[in-house]
């Protein structure tokens, strides 16, 4: 039962969500399990710091006004995705957030006819977007943020070093900022099988098995 899945997921915690997010980098099999962890324990602790910067500033703002007062620009269009990919936010250089109205109502309908809103902590799904497109905002405005600045060796020759950033340390720290953001007490990571459900049951289900790996770490 649905019911069951998300009361297994809530219970994952940041680090082996954030095994998770390792397991879907092109890079992954160039980062040792060691650091790794390290990695991991760092772009959730910049996650968080970002936004309690941001809630001490606000404190009790609503995120859409937020977002008005930082100069940032929301935009709702109807849907967006393919077959294999689904859309629900994204941010555009320099000062655009676009929420994806049909695909978050579908999550949100699905929300509430499984009756999993007390689960979730009665979280608002588009201020949860809103919240990880605000960080992805925040690093690219901030050349001296961890998740801009962590880079991996891929290969050297002699003193030569070539080095490369990893996609999944700034979506570990988007997840985080929102968790914080939102006080919420999981990680917002769930929705990747929540978002599913409503178009492929089938996917959602095997995406859910596949994150019950990392429960106890790997």
């Known amino acids: 039962m649905i019911e069951e899945k998300i009361d297994f ?11 998770y997010a390792f ?3 092109p890079l ?8 790794r962890k390290k990695i991991i324990e760092k772009a959730s602790e910049c996650g968080k710091k970002e936004a309690i910067k941001i809630k001490e500033k606000y404190r009790d703002v609503p995120i859409k006004k937020i977002l008005k007062r930082i100069g940032l620009e929301y935009i709702e269009k109807d849907s967006d995705g393919t077959e294999s990919y689904i859309m629900f936010a994204c941010y555009n250089s320099p000062n655009k957030i676009t929420v994806f109205k049909k695909n978050k109502m579908l999550v ?3 929300i509430k006819e499984n009756e999993l809103s007390s689960k ?12 990880h497109e605000l960080f992805h905002h ?5 050349k001296n943020i961890y998740t801009k600045n962590e880079k991996i060796v891929l290969w050297k020759i002699g003193k030569y070093k070539y080095k490369s950033g990893l996609v999944c340390i700034g979506e570990i720290a988007a997840m985080a900022f929102a968790k914080e953001l939102l006080s919420i007490n999981y990680n917002p990571y769930i929705f990747d099988v929540l978002m599913l459900y409503p178009y492929d049951e089938n996917k959602a289900v095997e995406l859910y098995k596949e994150i019950e790996g990392f429960k106890g770490g790997l």
């Open 28 to 35: 992954k099999g160039k980062v040792s399990e060691e650091l």
């Open 23 to 25: 397991s879907r980098d």
């Open 138 to 142: 925040i690093e690219e405005n901030n």
């Open 108 to 110: 949100e309908e699905f």
């Open 9 to 19: 997921l809530i219970n994952i915690n940041d680090e082996e969500w954030g095994q």
């Open 120 to 131: 979730l902590e009665y979280i608002d799904v588009e201020s949860m977007l809103l919240a």
